[in-house]
T-cell receptor, first 118, second 113 residues
Framework: GAVVSQHPSWVICKSGTSVKIECRSL??????MFWYRQFPKQSLMLMATSNEGSKATYEQGVEKDKFLINHASLTLSTLTVTSAHPEDSSFYIC??????????????FGPGTRLLVL | QQQVKQSPQSLIVQKGGISIINCAYENTAFDYFPWYQQFPGKGPALLIAIRPDVSEKKEGRFTISFNKSAKQFSLHIMDSQPGDSATYFCAARVTGGGNKLTFGTGTQLKVEL
């Protein structure tokens, strides 16, 4: 259990276009999902916290108009990189928060989406 | 401000040896400390986690040692195997504080034959 999927796994796009990344919790409901960004050989940087049915909370320095987040259901959150530029090229990872009976609250991570903007 | 400091940045261990990765934190409100394993091109996977009310937790070959007074915790991988070669991240969280994880900088582990 506790599987999180992301789609697509990788994407190449032209500068100026928008790219949508989906994050799904496959076998559990997640009231909260998180979006991270990771550069090569670096740690994960939290971009935003997404709660179902409400606006996302963005970390300091993350442009909300640039990175649009929608959390339409308890199993789906989307990140749209608008007007992408080469500096947006990165590895984007989502995670879903849940609590299974008898266990601690845990974040389960998706496999990541590699974005390359040409 | 780096709230969770991780060392070493990289580590090479012989097969069968013990891999030790250390983390130190500053925020005394942290109350949950997980370790994640990440293979290239993949998302992090939860390995093991500990709360500050215990000093050690063991799951298979993986052990977390926790020192609350020193604000340090470490991951020990016993009988290290080539398949353990990956990047390891420690993290910390304040329960209820938005439940956000603060990650360490990562340790790239290579287990050689």
């Amino acid at each position: 259990g506790a599987v999180v999927s992301q789609h697509p796994s990788w994407v190449i796009c032209k500068s100026g276009t928008s790219v949508k990344i989906e994050c799904r919790s496959l076998d559990f409901q997640a009231t909260t999902m998180f979006w991270y960004r990771q550069f090569p050989k670096q740690s994960l940087m939290l971009m935003a916290t997404s709660n179902e049915g409400s606006k996302a909370t963005y970390e300091q320095g993350v442009e909300k108009d640039k990175f649009l987040i929608n959390h339409a259901s308890l199993t789906l959150s989307t990140l749209t990189v608008t007007s992408a530029h080469p500096e947006d090229s990165s590895f984007y990872i989502c995670s879903a928060r849940t609590i299974f009976p008898g266990q601690q609250e845990t974040q389960y991570f998706g496999p990541g989406t590699r974005l390359l903007v040409l | 401000q780096q709230q969770v400091k991780q060392s070493p940045q990289s580590l090479i261990v012989q097969k069968g040896g013990i891999s030790i990765i250390n983390c130190a934190y500053e925020n005394t409100a942290f109350d949950y400390f997980p370790w994640y394993q990440q293979f290239p091109g993949k998302g992090p996977a939860l390995l093991i986690a500990i709360r500050p009310d215990v000093s050690e937790k063991k799951e298979g070959r993986f052990t977390i040692s926790f020192n609350k007074s020193a604000k340090q915790f470490s991951l020990h991988i016993m009988d290290s195997q080539p398949g353990d070669s990956a990047t390891y991240f420690c993290a910390a969280r304040v329960t209820g504080g938005g439940n956000k994880l603060t990650f360490g900088t990562g340790t790239q582990l290579k287990v050689e034959l």
